[in-house]
């Protein structure tokens, strides 16, 4: 008598959370993203951010590389530009430059990171439509029904289930605060038939579709009348994560100065959205006491020369000094240390 074995394969995830922008915040925040967001959303992760050094990531010596990277489904890197208004030329040409640029105040203005304009507003805008594109040539769309926008910098404090979030009919949601009289670039939960829609900014303000900018536009404002432009409909929902940082994290913006209570190495950036998620979710609860953060500014090096006299035996102990350090650096990066 024969036996068939049926085997039951696990359905694809029908969520996708992209992470947008250089990776920060630390492997303590990361780690809420994974138990809080992707293990009960049943959701895929993204990644598209700056150039990561592979040399660095993949060196067996060093063993040691951000958590998002290996729990990544897709992965797309972007060029860092000293100057994002060549970045910018690529949606449509030149045109913006003479049209617009001029229109908006240079501080906190839509085109921060083009020469001369502050802040980071033109590269908010160029990871979605570098995103954009993505999207489409992967045909992910049909892959995903759900599509959550966010940022590695983010410590969430309690579940956010994404399932839980009705899109479709233009429905999109987003968390109340930071949003600077307009809707906050920080985190989009949206549908795959809306998800074009909401991260398509700046071709839309090139395209003339939206009323002259007036003198105080900033990506906040920006957003609000492309998706009002859209028909978009923003729900918010209960804040369960604040923006946070480690002191090695760099910022075109404000920087975080208050530590986040029982978070070893965390700090906060805005008060208000981390006493918000304090209405909504339990207390962050202390360290194991046997946790300790040990300092790895200095590390214990030794006279290689002097120690060794074969010249194979000191290549390999610069080596592995070098291997030693480049750890260290990247123990403080990723939050392990403080």
Same mark, same amino acid.
């Given at each position: 008598?024969?036996?068939?074995?049926?085997?039951?394969?696990?359905?694809?995830?029908?969520?996708?959370?992209?992470?947008?922008?250089?990776?920060? %915040?630390?492997?303590? =925040?990361?780690?809420?993203?994974?138990?809080?967001?992707?293990?009960?959303?049943?959701?895929? !992760?993204? /990644?598209? $951010?700056?150039?990561?050094?592979?040399?660095? /990531?993949?060196?067996? /010596?060093?063993?040691? *590389?951000?958590?998002?990277?290996?729990?990544?489904? @897709?992965?797309?890197?972007?060029?860092?530009?000293?100057?994002?208004?060549? =970045?910018?030329?690529?949606?449509?040409?030149?045109?913006?430059?003479?049209?617009?640029? #001029?229109?908006?105040?240079? =501080?906190?203005?839509?085109?921060?990171?083009?020469?001369?304009?502050?802040?980071?507003?033109? $590269?908010?805008?160029?990871?979605?439509?570098?995103?954009?594109?993505?999207?489409?040539? @992967?045909?992910?769309? #049909?892959?995903?029904? *759900? &599509?959550?926008?966010?940022?590695?910098?983010?410590?969430?404090?309690?579940?956010?289930?994404?399932?839980?979030?009705?899109? %479709?009919?233009?429905?999109?949601?987003?968390?109340?605060?930071?949003? +600077? &009289?307009?809707?906050?670039?920080?985190? /989009?939960?949206? %549908?795959?038939?809306?998800?074009?829609? =909401?991260?398509?900014?700046?071709?839309?303000?090139?395209?003339?579709?939206?009323?002259?900018?007036?003198?105080?536009?900033?990506?906040?404002?920006?957003?609000?009348?492309?998706?009002?432009?859209?028909? !978009?409909?923003?729900?918010?929902?209960?804040?369960?994560?604040?923006?946070?940082?480690?002191?090695?994290?760099?910022?075109?913006?404000?920087?975080?100065?208050?530590?986040?209570?029982?978070?070893?190495? !965390?700090?906060?950036?805005?008060?208000?959205? +981390?006493?918000?998620?304090?209405?909504?979710?339990?207390?962050?609860?202390?360290?194991?006491?046997?946790?300790?953060?040990?300092?790895?500014?200095?590390?214990?090096?030794?006279?290689?020369?002097?120690?060794?006299?074969? #010249?194979?035996?000191?290549?390999?102990?610069?080596?592995?000094?070098?291997?030693?350090? #480049?750890?260290?650096? !990247?123990?403080?990066?990723?939050?392990?240390?403080?």
């Amino acid at each position: 008598m024969s036996h068939l074995m049926q085997t039951f394969s696990q359905p694809p995830n029908r969520t996708l959370v992209v992470i947008m922008g250089n990776l920060r %915040g630390g492997e303590r =925040a990361w780690e809420t993203l994974q138990r809080n967001v992707l293990d009960p959303s049943m959701a895929d !992760l993204a /990644l598209i $951010i700056g150039q990561l050094d592979e040399e660095e /990531l993949n060196d067996p /010596l060093v063993n040691l *590389k951000p958590s998002l990277i290996d729990r990544s489904k @897709f992965i797309w890197y972007f060029q860092e530009y000293k100057d994002w208004g060549y =970045a910018v030329d690529l949606i449509s040409g030149t045109a913006w430059r003479e049209n617009l640029l #001029k229109l908006v105040h240079p =501080a906190n203005g839509p085109f921060g990171g083009v020469e001369g304009q502050d802040g980071s507003g033109a $590269i908010i805008m160029m990871i979605r439509w570098f995103l954009t594109n993505h999207i489409i040539d @992967f045909g992910l769309t #049909k892959k995903y029904d *759900k &599509f959550v926008i966010t940022r590695s910098d983010h410590y969430y404090q309690c579940l956010h289930n994404v399932s839980e979030f009705p899109v %479709g009919n233009k429905q999109v949601w987003i968390p109340p605060g930071s949003d +600077y &009289f307009g809707y906050t670039d920080r985190h /989009l939960i949206v %549908g795959n038939d809306d998800v074009l829609d =909401a991260l398509d900014i700046f071709p839309t303000f090139f395209r003339g579709e939206l009323e002259r900018p007036d003198r105080k536009l900033n990506p906040e404002k920006l957003i609000k009348q492309v998706w009002e432009k859209k028909g !978009l409909k923003v729900n918010h929902f209960n804040r369960t994560m604040f923006t946070c940082a480690l002191k090695t994290d760099t910022t075109r913006w404000r920087r975080a100065s208050s530590p986040v209570p029982n978070v070893p190495c !965390l700090r906060m950036k805005y008060i208000n959205e +981390y006493e918000m998620v304090q209405h909504n979710c339990p207390p962050i609860a202390p360290p194991n006491p046997s946790f300790t953060t040990t300092s790895t500014k200095t590390v214990e090096t030794v006279d290689c020369k002097e120690r060794y006299r074969s #010249k194979a035996m000191r290549r390999k102990c610069y080596t592995l000094q070098d291997a030693k350090r #480049k750890r260290a650096k !990247l123990e403080r990066t990723l939050g392990l240390t403080c």
